[in-house]
Each structure stands twice: as structure tokens, then as C-alpha cells.
């Protein structure tokens, strides 16, 4: 078995990280206190193609294969939440369905502006009442000639103020069971499309939130993304693809946690010495560094697994429950280290530990995840 990365990756993971120590990290506080990423470096992200990683080069892409594209995602994530998880958003979620069920036409239409960062890539699956459980999914599109109109709500919709178009998982058939739904791409400039403000959350705040209101909006029948009928099946395998990145934000927050930690362990000074020459402390750090590293291994697993086009629903979810409650509890101990500092916002551990509570929610819960792979653990042979 080869554990080491390509030369290409390893070059890529270089460059992504002197791009995000020099753009990123040093703005990421401000990213945070204004809900807000910085438009310069959205436009140096498009210039190195970290914005068409799943494009096609006819589109204006740099596909890149999945584990590359889980180590940019996890060096985003370690200088700049925010931007890591807008990234994640845009190319796993809002990106990918249009390159896999698009039309020619579509994806013409929309790909070139969203590998330069002029729209970004954005999925609409939750609502009010339905996030966990997506057959609860109450907004519907009803056939009217040769339009689609559409009625309801979503929330907590990422990237919903920077793009063009939204990708929205609706009800086409009301009583056909799993194949009720189907995605339909909606352009935000449709008539009766109300983008709410942005919501006021906890962290990860530099990447935009919105609720959605649909009434009476009309789309044209070409609009349809993949067959009818498949929009469940489309969410689901998209989320698999998801749950891995969410997995390398989750390791990313972790790393720059860990490296906030020992750096402060050994500058500062107590009872005479660093810190980080006190068994306590080096006891931590020593946690932090193995489960980090554990949780690599099984994002880099996952990540190879779907670039060999295997079956990788059950290391998807495996990954994403383990580094995401890992990231967890390294935050938590980064903080301790940093005693009564770590509780303030001149210490990006404090930014970090708000950063990763998501990581356990987005994307499946860690609840849900236990039943996806309880599923499948029971039906091995």
C-alpha cells in the first residue's frame, strides 16, 4: 500500500499552503469579524484554479483528482476557516452536480464564470423543517406548459449572496416516494426568489448563510438538472463526495488548533519553565498529533477510494464522523493549553474552537452518520 503523495500533490498542497499562509491567514480574523471573505484573495483563488478543481478544462477548470483536492481544501481550512468552508461549498456541493448531470448547455453557461470566481457554486437542500431527514422536503415544482413553477423555503444555504445560480433540491412528484424529488437550477435574478440576509452565526462567520424564499418562481423546463425523478439519489451521491471534504476542513482546523497550541506551549512560561516541558502539556500534544494524523489517514483513504471510482459511502461517513469529533476535541485542548488567553479573540485558537462546531452538524450529523455506517456494517457478509 503507497502512503506517500505524488509529486504533484505534494507540490500542489505546497503551493496552496504558501498561498493561504501569505493571503489568508492574516486576514482570516477580519474575514470573521466582518462575515466577510476578502475579494482580493477570492480573485488570486481563481487565478491558481482552486476554484474549478472539479472543471473541466473546456470550462476553464484544473480538475484535479479528489485527494488533491482534499489536501487544498485542508490548507484553506488551516489559514482561514471561513474560506475553507466557501471553497467546500462551492466545489463540492454547488460545482460538482452540474458537472456530473448538466447539460452541455448548462454547464457552457455557468462553469466559465464560476472557475473564475464571478459566481459561486451553491446547493439548496435544507429547509425549516427537513435537514437530516431530506424526504421531508416540502418545496415543490410544479410543471405549468413549458415552465416549472416553484414554491417554499430553504435554509442555512452557503454561498446563496456570491452566486448566480442555485442548484435546489424540490419536490416534482408528490406522491412517488424516493424518486419525489429532482434538482432544478435556479438563476438568483428569477422573479419571486427572495435571498435573506446573511445569519448570524457562531463561527465560520467570513462564509455567507442565507435562507431562501421561493413564491410563484418560474423556470423554464430546461432548467431540470439530470432526469426527473433522480434528485435524491443526486443528493445523496453528492454528499458523499462532501462528507470527505467536510473531512479535510475538519483536519485542516485541527492542524492550525495543534500548531496554535504548541507554539504557545513553548513561549510560555510557568512555575519557572515552558510549558511544554511539563508532562501535562506534552501529554496533550501528543494526543492532538496522533489523532490528527489518524484522521488524515482515513481522509486521505476515502478520498483515493472515490479517485478510484470505488464505493466509498461507508469511509466517506467513517471519515467525516472521526475527524470531525476529533477536530472537536483537539480545539478544546488547544484552548486549555492556552488557559484564560485562549478565551480571547487575540488568539485564533478562540476563532478556531467556534470554526470547527460545524464540522459535526454540516453535511450529516454525527448522529446520522452512526446509522449510514451502522447500515452498512450490518449488511457484511
Not at 432548467?223 to 425523478?229: A, D, S, T, V
Request: glycine letters at 10%; proline letters at 4%; charged letters at 25%.
Amino acid at each position: 500500500m503507497e502512503f506517500r503523495l505524488t509529486e504533484e500533490q505534494r507540490m500542489l498542497r505546497d503551493m496552496v499552503r504558501d498561498f493561504a499562509d501569505r493571503e489568508l491567514a492574516p486576514r482570516a480574523q477580519e474575514t470573521d469579524e466582518r462575515e466577510q471573505m476578502d475579494p482580493e484573495a477570492i480573485r488570486k483563488m481563481a487565478e491558481l484554479g482552486l476554484l474549478g478543481m472539479v472543471i473541466p478544462e473546456e470550462y476553464g477548470g484544473l480538475p484535479m483528482d479528489p485527494l488533491s483536492i482534499a489536501l487544498a481544501l485542508e490548507e484553506i481550512a488551516r489559514a482561514c476557516g471561513s474560506t475553507g468552508l466557501a471553497l467546500e461549498a462551492h466545489t463540492g456541493l454547488g460545482v460538482l452536480p452540474l458537472v456530473r448531470w448538466g447539460t452541455p448547455e448548462q454547464q457552457q453557461r455557468f462553469l466559465p464564470r464560476m472557475a473564475e470566481g464571478k459566481s459561486w457554486g451553491c446547493l439548496a437542500l435544507t429547509e425549516p423543517g427537513a435537514g437530516s431527514d431530506l424526504t421531508g422536503i416540502r418545496t415543490t415544482a410544479v410543471q405549468d406548459g413549458e415552465e416549472w413553477v416553484i414554491n417554499g423555503t430553504k435554509a442555512w444555504i452557503t454561498n446563496a449572496s456570491l452566486t448566480d445560480v442555485i442548484i435546489v433540491l424540490l419536490r416534482t412528484d408528490p406522491d412517488a416516494g424516493s424518486k419525489a424529488f429532482s434538482m432544478m437550477l435556479v438563476e438568483t435574478d428569477r422573479s419571486g426568489l427572495t435571498i435573506e440576509p446573511h445569519e448570524k452565526k457562531m463561527g465560520l462567520r467570513g462564509a455567507p448563510a442565507h435562507g431562501l424564499t421561493f413564491e410563484d418562481v418560474r423556470v423554464p423546463r430546461s432548467n431540470l438538472l439530470g432526469q426527473r425523478g433522480r434528485g435524491l439519489h443526486q443528493a445523496l451521491k453528492v454528499l458523499d463526495t462532501g462528507r470527505v471534504a467536510i473531512s479535510a476542513l475538519a483536519v485542516g482546523l485541527a492542524q492550525r488548533a495543534y500548531e496554535e497550541a504548541r507554539r504557545y506551549a513553548l513561549e510560555r512560561e510557568a512555575f519557572g519553565r515552558p510549558i511544554a516541558q511539563h508532562q501535562a502539556v506534552q501529554f496533550k500534544l501528543a494526543d492532538m498529533a496522533t489523532q490528527i494524523h489518524a484522521g488524515r489517514l482515513m481522509l486521505h483513504h476515502a478520498a483515493w477510494l472515490e479517485g478510484q471510482a470505488q464505493h466509498f459511502t461507508q469511509e466517506a461517513a467513517m471519515a467525516k464522523l472521526f475527524t470531525s469529533e476529533m477536530a472537536e476535541r483537539v480545539a478544546y485542548e488547544a484552548l486549555q493549553i492556552h488557559g484564560g488567553y485562549g478565551y480571547s479573540k487575540e488568539y485564533a485558537v478562540e476563532r478556531v474552537y467556534r470554526d470547527v462546531r460545524l464540522m459535526t452538524i454540516g453535511e450529516g450529523t454525527s448522529e446520522i452518520l452512526r446509522l449510514v455506517i451502522g447500515r452498512h456494517v450490518l449488511q457484511e457478509p
